[in-house]
């Protein structure tokens, strides 16, 4: 059985929304793309090269007599994890541990309750892509549930939850705070997934944020460049250790330099819908790309971790993607997720002039 056939064997109800779907990707422009290990090297070159991506069918799920954990795991009355939330969990806690941790009791929420959150919660990319569309699903199959329950979200991106809910959807939810690391909910309302994180996206992700993009158009009055560099001079977490020389590099070739976390999420969506090109490292704040019109262009740096999840969002929205990579792809990328990294310039400088920029 495949994914969804397993979901609606466990849900104790199943409702579709859209069918199985595809679309197609655009071939990316590869700059120093150097790996040692020929296997992956394959394979990565035969995932970039696919011009087709097949996404399957949309569900919502019920499940009655719900436990939902602050950290995403969602289990079953019986207490057997639900198979959709084991997805991305760096560990699968079982509910009596989590039990444990609810010296207050057990949080109760009587009626139905929506839960749209995953494994990567913490994340701005994750969340705007992965999560919040699904309230498109839940908007459109279950009229009378009013209720979206929240697990413990970074203050910033607690804002935007709010923020996106109140703009985008009025009065029709109301917000619920976990406040026990477990809460039962009598009727919970699960979404299916929208996305498989780096390698394919719904166009219920498409029409979530062409939505966002037309609520957002006429709250944001900011300027904007039509080349844009995304800087993380802002960052700890895998900080470009000669961000400064970057920015002043691309400075030169006309781009305006921005940090995304200093601007409210209006501003973001509005910088973001006007530009002709970005460009910037890696990380969560280049997911703005997604607000970025039809035939745009992102130049994305890379340290060798190779995540498609950028290249695949670029390739839904209809933009071109430029991938400049500055050290050697191997499995032990993943290692570099949290390391300050050092990039070559003149590996920039070659591929932005072959690139035309």
């Known amino acids: 059985?495949?994914?969804?056939?397993?979901?609606?064997?466990?849900?104790?109800?199943?409702?579709?929304?859209?069918?199985?779907?595809?679309?197609?990707?655009?071939?990316?422009?590869?700059?120093?793309?150097?790996?040692?290990?020929?296997?992956?090297?394959?394979?990565?070159?035969?995932?970039?090269?696919?011009?087709?991506?097949n996404t399957p069918a949309q569900d919502l799920y019920i499940f009655r007599d719900a436990f939902v954990s602050d950290i995403a795991i969602i289990y079953k009355s019986d207490g057997e994890i639900v198979e959709q939330s084991k997805v991305d969990q760096a560990s699968l806690h079982s509910m009596h541990h989590l039990e444990t941790f609810c010296s207050n009791g057990i949080q109760h929420i009587s009626g139905e309750a929506a839960f749209v959150f995953k494994a990567g919660k913490e994340n701005y990319g994750h969340l705007l892509i992965e999560m919040l569309p699904k309230l498109e699903i839940v908007d459109k199959l279950a009229p009378n549930c009013d209720t979206l329950l929240v697990p413990t979200l970074p203050t910033a991106l607690w804002q935007i939850v709010q923020d996106i809910v109140r703009t985008m959807y009025g009065t029709r939810f109301k917000l619920v705070r976990m406040e026990s690391a477990l809460v039962r909910v009598d009727k919970l309302v699960l979404p299916g997934p929208v996305t498989k994180h780096n390698w394919r996206k719904s166009d219920i992700v498409n029409t979530f944020v062409e939505k966002l993009v037309h609520t957002y158009a006429d709250l944001s009055q900011i300027s904007c460049s039509e080349k844009i560099y995304v800087s993380r001079a802002r960052y700890s977490n895998r900080a470009l250790i000669n961000e400064a020389a970057i920015e002043d590099l691309f400075k030169e070739r006309g781009f305006t330099v921005i940090y995304p976390e200093e601007l409210s999420f209006a501003d973001q969506i509005g910088i973001f819908s006007k530009t002709k090109v970005i460009a910037g490292s890696m990380g969560a704040a280049l997911t703005n790309l997604c607000f970025m019109a039809p035939n745009t262009s992102t130049i994305m740096i890379d340290n060798g971790m190779c995540d498609l999840f950028f290249y695949d969002l670029a390739s839904i929205r209809q933009q071109n993607f430029n991938w400049i990579f500055t050290q050697k792809i191997s499995r032990e990328s993943m290692l570099k997720l949290h390391e300050s990294w050092l990039v070559d310039c003149d590996v920039v400088v070659n591929a932005l002039r072959f690139a035309g920029y």
């Open 1 to 53: 059985m495949n994914s969804t056939e397993t979901m609606r064997t466990d849900a104790d109800e199943w409702y579709p929304f859209i069918g199985a779907s595809s679309y197609r990707r655009r071939t990316p422009n590869l700059f120093n793309f150097v790996c040692d290990q020929d296997d992956l090297r394959n394979w990565l070159l035969k995932a970039i090269a696919q011009d087709e991506i």
